[in-house]
């Protein structure tokens, strides 16, 4: 069928669903309790997690275009000017386009960054050209499931025309050729199932089902639910069974059951997604909120603490990172419940926030190192792995992920420094935060309005926090702060109206898990702190009061630009006996999403061993 026919009849049969798109978006509705702003309204403030968007963006503008789309040109015998990204990339850039296309379109609509989805369109339009005349795109079950999110992103986010007309065209074809053998993954062998990563498909199918009506998304999707693993998880939050599977694809899987609740409504898929986050908390989470060492879910037998004396891969930090925001998300979003943000902050700090920034020629972080005896940062041997893809989602979704709304309230998930523009009937609010939290416990929240609007402003109250307070104008209110609740404030706002929210930031110790209750990490607030590891120096025993024996560290040293600076997130401890005489140590305590590459350091520490000199 020639191109402009096809997409005529495409056409033609998007308009007539529209009104099944609009009813299923009203079912949809109908389920949630909260909203996130869709990346719409939400803008960063300056601040490392800008910095780190930004220099996200610049590396993807500068991958030159005619590279991602060589290998397919080759392959559909057009002109193929450039040359193969490599890596995994080497033959065509299956691995990474759905996702780039998703992070483009999402940034775009963040941010109104024309460039960007400039970029996006041409790439779009040159791999359509490598199509086969049926729409075969080639494509396994892995790199497909990214390219249906990218092409929803880039119909609902990016506007492009082509879009939707191109993913009814593909998922035709994919629909009769890709295989539903649908093996669940088991232990020892099946890292993934067979075919690779099959139960991820159905959340961004059933989302191109939400966005254009069109029921071969939805019938689709139905194929790759995933119940083998899924009803592990139906009636309980403590399966016995359900380790030795590949993390990350596991839990984002776990978005293909939130997306099958939000289309069927049927309970017992919010029961999953409810009793897998609890699961995940209680016995497969790092204090960083990382999980999945050797990229494995584990037995809740002692083994993510075991994992520390052997593993290197803690963490696939990207990848892993987007599993958990989306999940998140869609638990805020069904239930309402402030307690799933405090994953979101973790990951938000220790996460992906943490990772190193793309460098040149694809090069990636992609594990986070956790180990006992010492870790470090350090770039992946491969070069444009999926972590490369997801990288470019998660920064994207930063404008996602700090405030929701519903009808008559504005929700803080987040504190970042940020704003938001709160579309609502009866003109829009403006809010404006600053804070240098995770640093200072302080995050301040200013109301630009046009008039005085009454409306409820709810902030969440970390689960790990005591004595949240909150002042209004400078006076203090008095405002319930539950942790693990939403606190607030309901009242008639003026314009220039501020709210003061303190959290008090406090250092304590995080057993790894319940069987190794003496091998702890040290954190303060969400974020979790390393200390320098140098050469020879003895390591600390580790006192019960851990606030009187750091200190602020002033005069110090930058792992980045190796000078002395002043820094308020640096800390220091006092000296202490080896059997040398008294020790002075010059290591210093930092956050973890602080350090750089090759810069070594300790985070988790076994108290009952210490202190342990050389």
């Known amino acids: 069928m020639l191109r402009r026919n096809f997409l ?4 033609l049969a998007v308009a007539g669903a529209a009104s099944t798109s609009q009813a299923a978006e009203s079912r949809i509705r109908a389920r949630v309790a909260l909203e996130p702003f869709d990346y719409d309204g939400v803008k960063l403030r300056p601040s490392r997690w800008l910095s780190q968007l930004q220099a996200a963006r610049e590396f993807y503008l500068g991958v030159y275009e ?31 386009f759905g996702q780039w296309l998703s992070g483009m379109a999402r940034l775009y609509r963040a941010t109104d960054d024309a460039a960007i989805r400039e970029k996006a369109g041409r790439l779009l339009t040159g791999w359509a050209k490598t199509l086969k005349p049926d729409g075969d795109s080639g494509m396994g079950h892995y790199p497909f499931e990214k390219l249906v999110g990218g092409l929803v992103d880039m119909h609902v986010y990016g506007g492009h025309p082509d ?32 075919p690779g990563e099959w139960y991820t498909l159905s959340e961004n199918l059933y989302r191109a089902y939400v966005a254009s009506g069109h029921e071969l998304f939805r019938e689709f999707g139905n194929a790759w639910l995933y119940p083998a693993y899924w009803n592990k ?20 899987t776990f978005s293909s059951a939130a997306m099958a609740y939000a289309v069927t409504g049927e309970p017992r898929y919010l029961a999953i997604l409810k009793n897998a986050y609890d699961f995940l908390q209680r016995t497969q989470c790092f204090a960083t909120g990382g999980f999945g060492p050797e990229e494995r879910i584990l037995r809740a037998d002692g083994s993510l603490g075991r994992s520390l004396d052997l593993r290197m891969d803690s963490f696939e930090t990207p990848c892993g990172s987007w599993a958990g925001f ?26 992906v926030g943490a990772a190193l920034s793309l460098g040149p020629g694809g090069k990636n972080f992609y ?13 992946d041997e491969g070069t444009f792995t999926c972590c490369s893809g997801s990288l470019f989602q998660d920064v994207a979704d930063y404008h996602n992920i700090i405030y929701f709304k519903d009808p008559n ?29 995770p640093v200072a416990e302080t995050s301040t929240l200013r109301i630009e309005s046009e008039k005085a609007t009454a409306f409820a402003l709810k902030f969440r109250v970390p689960g790990w926090s005591h004595d949240v307070s909150a002042k209004v104008n400078g006076a203090a209110v008095n405002v319930e702060a539950k942790p693990g609740t939403w606190a607030s404030i309901e009242r008639t706002w003026s314009p220039d ?27 303060r607030g969400p974020a979790v702190y390393i200390l320098d590891a140098g050469r020879h120096e003895p390591v600390p025993q580790l006192p019960d009061d851990l606030n009187s024996w750091l200190r602020p560290a002033g005069s110090s040293v930058s792992p980045s630009s190796r000078r002395v600076e002043d820094g308020p997130e640096l800390f220091r401890m006092p000296p202490f006996q080896d059997p040398n005489g008294p020790h002075n140590p010059t290591s210093l305590w930092r956050p973890f999403y602080s350090t750089v590459e090759d810069w070594r350091y300790r985070m988790y520490f076994e108290k009952k061993d210490l202190p342990m000199v050389l």
């Open 8 to 11: 005529k009849t495409a056409s």
């Open 66 to 96: 005619d590279d991602i789309l060589q290998g397919w040109r080759v392959a559909a015998g057009l002109p193929a000017p450039g040359k193969p990204l490599g890596g995994w990339c080497g033959k065509n850039s299956n691995t990474v």
């Open 163 to 194: 879009a939707l007309p191109l993913l009814v065209k593909v998922t035709s074809v994919a629909s009769k050729r890709l295989s539903r053998e649908n093996i669940a993954a088991a232990p020892p062998n099946l890292h993934s199932g067979r």
């Open 233 to 252: 998880f139906a009636e309980t939050s403590a399966p016995t069974d359900a380790w030795g599977v590949h993390a990350y694809s596991h839990v984002n």
């Open 326 to 351: 989306k999940m998140t998300r869609y638990l805020i979003g069904f239930t309402g419940e402030a307690r799933y943000g405090d994953w979101t902050e973790r990951l938000f700090y220790n996460g």
């Open 367 to 379: 594990y986070s190192d956790y180990r006992l005896a010492g870790a470090m940062k350090v770039y």
């Open 409 to 437: 309230a504005l929700y803080v998930n987040l504190f970042v420094p940020s704003e938001v523009v709160w579309k609502r009937q009866g003109g829009a609010i403006k809010l404006v935060q600053q804070t240098d939290y």
């Open 497 to 523: 109206d501020t709210v003061e929210i303190t959290i008090p930031l406090r250092f304590r110790t995080e057993p790894v898990d319940v069987q190794h209750p003496t091998r702890v990490a040290v954190v």
